[in-house]
């Protein structure tokens, strides 16, 4: 698993669940920081997004 931290502009706070040619992403922004994570199996990426969703208090994970 890789995780890249990089700040954003604005103050936002959203999940998104991302599939790029078998791999799949979960960026997760809090407060305006950004965190990407990588995963090679669809279920563990969707475990990680829920669990944030979770914690965050957020209604949606967005699949992008």
């Known amino acids: 698993m890789t995780v890249v931290s990089k700040p954003l502009t ?30 090679d199996k669809r279920s563990s990426a969707k ?3 829920e669990g944030h969703r979770t914690r965050l208090g957020l209604e949606e994970v967005t699949r992008v």
């Open 10 to 39: 604005a103050k936002q706070t959203f999940i998104e669940l991302l599939d790029n040619a078998g791999d799949w992403f979960v960026r997760v922004v809090e407060d305006g920081r950004e965190t990407v994570r990588t995963f």
């Open 47 to 49: 475990a990680c997004a």
